[in-house]
């Protein structure tokens, strides 16, 4: 029997009944890697003398009357991770053996749950790509389409899923990096409220493991299925112990419903800065007609919406600031004079990425301020709506492109070449403010590419676009085995 693509949820039942062990299952995945990913590249790093080690201590555990929320379970987990033993590179070629001490947090969370670690997937370097290529492990390829990125900088995960290499995986998001590949390679993915996943241990190689959390970026789950994704976050959420020194059980607000009818869902396709491809306003049409064939409340604007281009321009200026905060002296004082350079009146976001770089202190207080004052704006949209759904992206899976200079790469809209890192405004509409987004597939492209959207609910209400998601899924489908590829 192939179990390649079953999900983990049907697989913990399998192995409570008693159908199936856990060796057999990680036998099966680490067989089906061994067979597949050399067309992929997805598992970079992989852990097979310990997973197969995990897989019987899960069995033997499941025998003596053990039942963890993934005893047994074989994934994947994204090389920025920090795992014992293990390669942490991010990339870098002259981070290549650097092996970290410790688990990240959630790397340990998944091990006490009971999850089988495969191994490691593909990363872009420095996560700075919306592909997942780099000089260590090479490059990473659609499932759908070897010619095209699975997309990044969590591409390997996505991929992964997409080839049956495992029914769970993480990564991390601050532009898109679980939305943006989920969409690509037709899996789904969540990307939690801003803090509500401890980062402790998913840091560059060699940076100290501190209970701190990065402004904007977050970790969040991936899978096959929506209901995949709430087993995967409720092992991975909580706060670091270390903040409050002692562990804690986070328990998220329920689903705000838990049919179409009572939904109100705000649809959005359009963004001023960024034309959305046909491909893609396909994709949220459909999701919108099965939003209202359920009996759903469904509208396309509304004035209570935040601004679109003041949040994407807010949003560019808090992500690059934090670039900018690494960069060396010297590069910055260029940036700085740069900077100065700007027309006042040069509000493209070309001019915020460069502004944002070299922020003062002052300034970023004032931005932050700002950010505080889209939150305030969204809580008043969603005591009128449940849910937005809104594109991932502009295209579907675009061909591999390394052109050096990322500025000079271009992105295809329907005929018309645009800045490809353009694109990441629809994922700064969810990251600049915090919010919970699951990517869920809407369908394909003519091409028979995945198209996605991502669904955005209100802070720490995660279990809604979650639930919303679980609906869309039994309604218009979800994952499909890729037709092409291996």
Known sequence: MDRSFVSAEALMATLRNGEVTSVELTDEAISRIESDDKAINAICVPDFDRARAAARKADEARASGEDRPLLGIPMTVKESYNIAGLPTT????????YLPAEDAVVVSRLKAAGAVILGKTNVPLMLQDWQSFNEIYGTTNNPWDHSRTPGGSSGGSAAALASGFGALSIGSDLAGSLRNPAHFCGVYAHKPTFGLVPARGMVPPRAPALPVEGDLGVCGPMARTARDLTLLLDVMAGPDPLTLGVAYDLSLPPA????????RVLVLDEHPLIATGTEVRAGVNRVAAALVDGGAH???????????????????????????????DERYKQLQDLAAGLSPDDLSLNAAWLRGMVLSHREWIQADTRREVH???????????????????????????HTPDRGK????????????????VWAGL???????????????????LPVGVQLIGPMFEDRTPLRLAELLEQTIGGFEAPKSGP
């Not at 509208?299 to 960069?327: C, H, Q, W």
């Not at 790469?409 to 990441?424: C, K, L, M, N, Y």
């Not at 403010?433 to 492209?445: D, E, F, N, Y």
């Open 430 to 448: 969810a990251t600049m403010p915090g919010l919970p987004a699951t990517a869920i597939p809407a369908g394909r492209s003519p091409d028979g």
């Open 298 to 328: 469904v509208e396309r604007s509304s004035p209570l919406l935040p601004d679109l281009t003041e949040a994407a321009i807010l949003y560019a200026k808090l992500m690059f600031s934090n670039s900018g905060a690494r960069v060396p």
């Open 409 to 424: 790469r271009q992105i295809d809209i329907d005929g018309v070449d645009h800045p490809a890192d353009t694109q990441s």
């Open 90 to 97: 991010w990339g870098m070629p002259q981070h290549a053996n």
């Open 375 to 401: 939150r305030q704006l969204w809580r008043k949209l969603f005591n009128e709506f449940d849910a937005v759904v809104c594109p991932c992206s502009s295209t579907p899976a675009f061909p591999h492109d």
């Open 256 to 263: 705000r419903h838990q049919k179409f009818s009572d939904f």
